[in-house]
């Protein structure tokens, strides 16, 4: 629950439990968020701890911080340069004997399958408006956001503020906003007037469009 990517309540959010927190190697600083990832434990390296023949898919909703007290090796798993996944216990489990606690794994970076639209919750206050995306289909991740309000004749810039998390300082408190995304595969989806003018912070939009796998 929770985390660096600033998802909040996981239930809630549709990602449930099939979640997994990210080493420095992988998070890129938040760039990551929302993005999957399919995993199976590498028998060939540890058959005594891997559950054979399964997989799990995960999508990236934390940060694993490094601890440079200890080697990458013995504790360290989150340490650069090793790509580590931290995931929630059911998930891991799949996978995993749950008394091997470390396992060697074999993962790539697959599509995200999601239901529904793309969502924007809208935070912050006024000449600060943080907009959180989630249950983006796709790559997941996002790698540009603007946003026009109805009253504003050009798209202006956001910016990646934490996570998921993007902001904008401009005043747009009564207009219905458009969000401009370009996720990380370069797919751009216009979701026009997605957020209606009498918004208040605190509020969250559905869109009904989505990215392609």
């Given at each position: ?22 080493s ?27 559950k ?7 999508t ?32 891991w ?6 008394r ?72 747009l ?41």
């Open positions: 629950m929770g985390g660096a990517c600033g998802y909040g309540n996981l239930y809630a959010q549709g990602y449930g439990t099939r979640t997994t927190a990210l420095t190697a992988l998070f890129a600083n938040g760039a990551a968020c929302g993005q999957c990832y399919k995993l199976v434990c590498d028998r060939k390296t540890d058959r005594t701890w891997c054979p023949g399964v997989s799990v898919t995960v990236a909703t934390n940060f694993c911080p490094p601890n440079w007290s200890i080697p990458s090796d013995r504790g360290g798993w989150c340490n650069p340069p090793r790509p580590h996944f931290d995931m929630a216990q059911p998930a489990e799949k996978i995993g004997v749950y091997g606690g470390i396992i060697p794994v074999i993962y790539r970076r697959v599509s995200c399958v999601k239901k529904g639209g793309v969502r924007f919750a809208i935070n912050g206050h006024d000449y600060f408006n943080l907009v959180l995306v989630t249950n983006v289909a796709g790559p997941g991740s996002i790698r540009a956001m603007d946003v026009r309000g109805s009253r504003s004749p050009d798209w202006m810039p956001m910016a990646r503020n934490w996570g998921a998390n993007w902001h904008s300082l401009t005043y408190n009564g207009q219905g906003l458009s969000f401009r995304v370009t996720v990380t595969d370069g797919q751009t989806i216009v979701f026009a007037n997605v957020v209606p003018p009498n918004w208040r912070f605190g509020q969250s939009f559905a869109s009904n469009l989505q990215f392609n796998l």
